[in-house]
């Protein structure tokens, strides 16, 4: 089975540059993470698509960061315009998720690594 | 908003010996799972809880969960320098997930 696709796997840019990552979940899996985890702390969620539909976008800093589930199935997340503190490893994770299940696990990509410089 | 709180952060372990990492969250939760994370690389699925008194056992890493305490354990016996990683416990709060702070474990030989 295949798991869950990132690109692209690295990224320099500079502050106030344009950025996106993409993300190819699980075939199947209705749900859809975007976490944000910076050098040696837990990942934090940004954002959680249930299908094409948005579930919980409390922590995306909306300003600045933009996130859409095509067909319910790719995934994209746009940071305009980026700040050094944008500097983290963004994983993007799916989930089985729909209805009532429960066994929810997360399955996660390698992650993009973004330096903004 | 749910709080998970992991400790200790940092385990510096001979190898060879047992210790136990402890998972503390905030909120009714009867599922929890724990990941392993290398340096540089993603999460990887260790163990999934999903009811309390669960235990799930893989190699020299034993996982438990108690939802009375809100409690999670992951146990390691006679460490090998192969299990040096950071480990997070992560639960379900029904709608998303948690993840608390990890904890990086170097096993020394």
């Known amino acids: 089975e295949a798991g869950v696709a990132q690109s692209p796997r690295y990224k320099i840019i500079e502050k106030r540059q344009s950025v996106a990552f993409w993300c190819n979940p699980i075939?199947?899996?209705?749900?859809l993470y975007w976490y944000q985890q910076i050098l040696g702390q837990g990942p934090k969620l940004l954002i959680q698509?249930?299908?094409?539909?948005?579930?919980?976008d409390s922590q995306l800093p909306k300003d600045r960061f933009s996130a859409e589930r095509l067909k319910g199935v790719d995934s994209t997340l746009k940071i305009q315009p980026a700040k050094l503190e944008d500097s983290a490893v963004y994983l993007c994770?799916?989930?089985?998720?729909?209805?009532?299940?429960?066994?929810?696990?997360?399955?996660f990509g390698q992650g993009t690594r973004l330096t903004v410089v | 908003e749910l709080k998970v709180e992991q400790n200790p952060l940092f385990l510096s372990m001979q190898e060879g010996k047992n210790y136990t990492i402890y998972c503390n969250y905030s909120?009714?939760?009867?599922?929890l799972y724990w990941y392993r994370q290398d340096p540089g690389k993603s999460l990887e699925s260790l163990f999934v809880l999903l009811s309390n008194g669960a235990v799930k056992q893989e190699g020299r890493l034993m996982a438990s969960l108690d939802t009375k305490a809100r409690l999670s354990t992951l146990h390691i016996t006679a460490a090998v320098h192969d299990l040096s990683a950071t480990y997070f416990c992560a639960v379900d709060s029904g709608n998303q997930f948690y993840f608390g702070t990890g904890t990086s474990l170097t096993v020394i030989p």
């Open positions: 994770a799916s989930s089985l998720r729909a209805g009532v299940l429960l066994n929810t696990e997360a399955f």
């Open positions: 698509f249930q299908n094409n539909g948005v579930v919980d």
């Open positions: 075939s199947g899996h209705a749900t």
């Open positions: 909120t009714t939760s009867d599922r």
